[in-house]
């Protein structure tokens, strides 16, 4: 490896010890300088995410340009994406986005309903994937079935006017195995979180860098 | 709010303290002999940053009284009592917080009744400083050097030699044979690594597992397809796969334009994932990273073109989902198990181990707690509390 | 049984109630319960800090819940800053927050403000424990944060009285992480229904006073503010939409032990 890769490789690796160690140290520290010193590195990871908001809209552009350019199958897509891309920023700098501006009004009535339209079609894949997966194949699948279909009706008003019960039992299985089963995930997911973190601290976890 | 525990007693009052506070009563008219019977104490606040004194007054008359009281607050150089503002006779303890490090403070009760005046004794000087140590993360900073010293000891461990089993991971295992699948089907492999940035540990355990499966499609010359959310996601992927390529002995295979950035909209991802999965009709697809609700989207259309999916996510809602809908789930910690079951690094296996033991201990605390909550052991729950 | 039937199914399910209502009752759950409970116990004049942490997409389940907060609030001469951590929440928070302070003929500046988005959701958080203003120097609309009356009075956490989260992510968690455990402040969430059972373990701890989740949630607050909305309307459609489904699990296990 040439001395200028090695040395690529070693400042991201330094600055991330330094800085991970710093965040950790200045949680015990309430003194006014360490304060002082957290407060600036909050403000520098404002800063730098906006750089990389800027990465994504080059890298967008870039590709879809090119894709045009070569009229790719499919290229009257990526037309639309960039035109659509060019319209809010355009409208966005041009008549500001605050109320009663185009981009607010382009944002309300195509952006908002497409984007509801996409969440929207979680209603029908759900109802697709409970017919297919929801089958008594053993006594564990039958009991989750009853469990599901407990919680569904549970959830609901219907559930109350079949009966009291329902809306109790669909209460009581979110507030305790479900509850339960969740915080020992969550537990798990915490200590893997801290494993990752102190290993990308110490620098044996590179994956950021891109690889070994 | 600040931890406001009982202090100990008054400051003793150096001689030309106690001069300056005799004048001061003397030269008062309206001040009667017997002095205000209340018990007043000044403290720096401790474990804070600084520029705040911490006053407790006992003594006060709870029911409403005819007698006005104000709290007075004079800087020792200064030698001129002002009202300290936010103070009212309902506070037995106060936080003053208009005060300036280094600065000698003295405090004193005002109470006035028609014409007469009465003052408590002056307690001071007080000054405050910021402190170099939360003594009330104690408690974090032994957890936090437990954590270390078990994972860092089996780190050191692995890096002596010894060998650590984890227990096969069907889901990992899997990968193998989706990447074969693709390959004898002559189609591609879509992977996504969800909503997550970089700073997501679920988005690095997905980086690993793309070294992983990127080394693989090099050698077999399967495309690998990965629309991204997020602008350094993609970045890092494009030097992963890079790097992989050329790990296999195939750069010039690598094409950057197959990692790419797509929006940081939810749903105009999935759509535009979707829209990939049924145009391309790829034979596998690879979930792994942080999903959120575009996770059954995703997984029921990759199901509808007939996919082999395999997925892993840090989140416990959509975890569900994809247990329906996919071949395979890691479930959980599994994802960041990943990086050290690919690749069998020792120092990752190593951690990993001490992971586990960890949980061992977490799961005993939860045991010692549920009797701590029985027998009523109320300070074993406060042992956990952060300040 | 046809997936494209399926479809057909849930469309009309969904779509036939909000035309013909049916008008189910609903029962309050003490999760909202203790959010109303939160709010309702606040002296007039204190402060409420929403955080609209959703984009666009789960509008119609997370706006009936944030109007029914905010009407909640303003009833209550509370103070409300509004803020967005996700870039498509501003606009929309923005709206909401106007389209309720007109409601009750709260002045902004003097009764809400709207600060508008930051990225980086944990800096923000983080930097709003220590110093408001160093965050959002200006208000959405550019004025600075000083010159609005609200906002003299606030300089950090410890001036607010209680966070609301209005999420369709796992937003509320970093809340719990960086306001709730380092700041100690008092934090309610209103999330979509899916992702409000994730968070069931932060209300048993304590960290999460309280929780409304999706349209139920909605329809439970409107109760107690007594103020219908979108939230009891939808809750006939989720109902059938619901029975439907558990109809369609049952059919497909009949039809699973027959062929079986």
């Known amino acids: 490896m040439s001395k200028k890769h090695e040395m690529a490789r070693r400042i991201p690796i330094i600055v991330c010890f330094v800085f991970g160690l710093f965040m950790l140290v200045q949680f015990f520290v309430p003194h006014r300088l360490s304060g002082a010193a957290y407060e600036t590195v909050l403000d520098w990871m404002q800063i730098v995410f906006v750089f990389t908001l800027l990465v994504g809209a080059i890298s967008y552009a870039k590709l879809n340009v090119k894709k045009v350019s070569r009229t790719e199958s499919g290229w009257g897509y990526n037309a639309i994406g960039l035109v659509g891309l060019a319209v809010m920023v355009i409208l966005g700098l041009w008549k500001g986005t605050g109320e009663e501006t185009p981009f607010l009004w382009m944002f309300n009535n195509v952006q908002a309903p497409m984007q509801s339209t996409m969440f929207a079609l979680l209603a029908f894949f759900v109802a697709s994937a409970a017919y297919r997966g929801f089958r008594a194949r053993s006594w564990e699948a039958g009991l989750l079935l009853v469990v599901a279909i407990v919680v569904m009706l549970g959830r609901v008003p219907l559930g109350s006017f079949i009966s009291h019960w329902i809306p109790d039992a669909a209460n009581w299985i979110l507030r305790t195995p479900s509850m339960a089963a969740k915080r020992g995930i969550y537990i798990g997911i915490g200590l893997g979180t801290i494993s990752t973190s102190l290993r990308i601290i110490l620098g044996i976890e590179r994956t950021y860098l891109g690889g070994k | 709010m600040k931890n406001l525990q009982p202090f100990a007693g008054t400051y003793m009052l150096r001689p030309k303290l106690a001069t300056f506070c005799l004048v001061f009563f003397l030269l008062t008219s309206t001040v009667s002999a017997a002095g205000l019977p209340v018990k007043l104490n000044a403290v720096d606040t401790p474990n804070d940053k600084g520029e705040s004194i911490t006053l407790t007054i006992e003594g006060l008359p709870q029911e409403a009284s005819e007698v006005e009281y104000e709290l007075l607050r004079s800087a020792v150089e200064d030698n001129s009592f002002q009202v300290v503002e936010g103070w009212s006779v309902k506070d037995t303890v106060f936080v003053d917080d208009n005060v300036e490090n280094g600065v000698e403070y003295l405090y004193v009760l005002k109470g006035t009744e028609d014409q007469d005046v009465q003052f408590s004794a002056v307690v001071g000087p007080v000054i405050s400083r910021g402190q170099w140590f939360n003594t009330e993360r104690t408690n974090v900073l032994l957890g936090v050097a437990i954590c270390f010293l078990f994972i860092l000891g089996f780190v050191l461990y692995a890096r002596r030699g010894k060998k650590f089993y984890v227990r096969p991971i069907a889901g990992l295992q899997a990968v193998d044979n989706a990447i074969g699948r693709a390959t004898e089907m002559g189609k591609p492999i879509l992977y996504s690594s969800g909503l997550g940035k970089m700073d997501r540990v679920a988005t690095m355990a997905s980086m690993n597992i793309l070294a992983s499966v990127a080394e693989k499609t090099a050698e077999y010359n399967t495309p690998l397809i990965f629309p991204n959310y997020d602008p350094v996601v993609m970045a890092t992927a494009q030097e992963v796969v890079f790097e992989a390529y050329s790990k296999a002995g195939h750069p010039e295979a690598f094409n950057p334009d197959n990692i790419f950035f797509v929006t940081q909209s939810q749903f105009g991802y999935a759509a535009a994932v979707n829209g990939i999965m049924t145009r391309q009709l790829p034979a596998t697809n690879l979930f792994f990273g942080t999903f959120e609700a575009e996770a059954l989207i995703l997984a029921e259309t990759g199901n509808s073109v007939g996919a082999l999916q395999i997925a892993g996510t840090d989140s416990t809602i959509q975890l569900s989902f994809f247990i329906v809908a996919c071949d395979y789930t890691l479930i959980g910690e599994e994802l960041f198990v990943a990086s050290g079951y690919l690749t069998k690094d020792p120092q990752i296996l190593g951690s990993i181990k001490g992971q586990d033991f960890l949980k061992a201990l977490v799961v005993l605390l939860i045991l010692i707690g549920g009797i701590a909550g029985i027998l009523g052991w109320n300070w074993f729950v406060k042992l956990f509390s952060i300040g | ?205 304590g960290q999460m006073i309280g929780l409304l989740g999706g349209l139920k949630g909605a329809a439970e607050y409107e109760i107690l503010i007594d103020k219908p909305g979108m939230g009891q309307r939808g809750m006939d459609a989720q109902s059938v939409c619901h029975l439907v489904i558990v109809l369609l699990v049952i059919a497909g296990n009949v039809g699973y032990f027959m062929r079986k």
């Not at chain 3, 035309?19 to 004049?45: A, H, Q």
């Not at chain 3, 109007?67 to 929309?92: P, Q, W, Y």
């Not at chain 3, 800096?123 to 709003?128: D, H």
Request: proline content about 5%; charged content about 25%; hydrophobic content about 45%.
């Open chain 3, 1 to 205: 049984m046809p997936r494209q039937l399926i479809f057909v199914l849930i469309a009309l399910s969904v779509a036939v109630p909000l035309v013909i209502k049916i008008g189910l009752p609903n029962e309050v759950t003490s999760e909202v319960m203790r959010v109303y409970e939160e709010i309702d116990r606040l002296d007039s004049g204190s402060v409420v800090l929403v955080s609209f942490d959703h984009e666009a997409s789960s509008l119609p389940e997370v706006k009936p819940m944030a109007l029914a907060i905010l009407r909640h609030c303003f009833s209550k001469d509370l103070k409300v800053i509004g803020l967005a951590l996700l870039a498509e929440g501003t606009s929309i928070g923005d709206q909401v927050l106007r389209e309720t302070a007109d409601e009750y003929e709260r002045l902004y500046g003097k009764d809400y403000v709207f600060l508008g988005f930051r990225p980086q959701y944990q800096a923000a958080m983080l930097g709003m424990g220590e110093d408001i203003r160093r965050v959002f120097p200006e208000d959405y609309s550019g004025t600075p944060l000083i010159r609005l009356p609200m906002m003299r009075k606030v300089e950090n956490y410890e001036d607010v009285a209680l966070i609301v989260s209005v999420a369709d992510g796992d937003m509320p968690v970093w809340w719990v992480d960086y306001a709730v455990s380092r700041y100690h402040k008092r934090l309610a969430v209103a999330a979509t229904a899916v992702m409000a059972t994730s968070f069931y373990p932060f209300l048993s701890s």
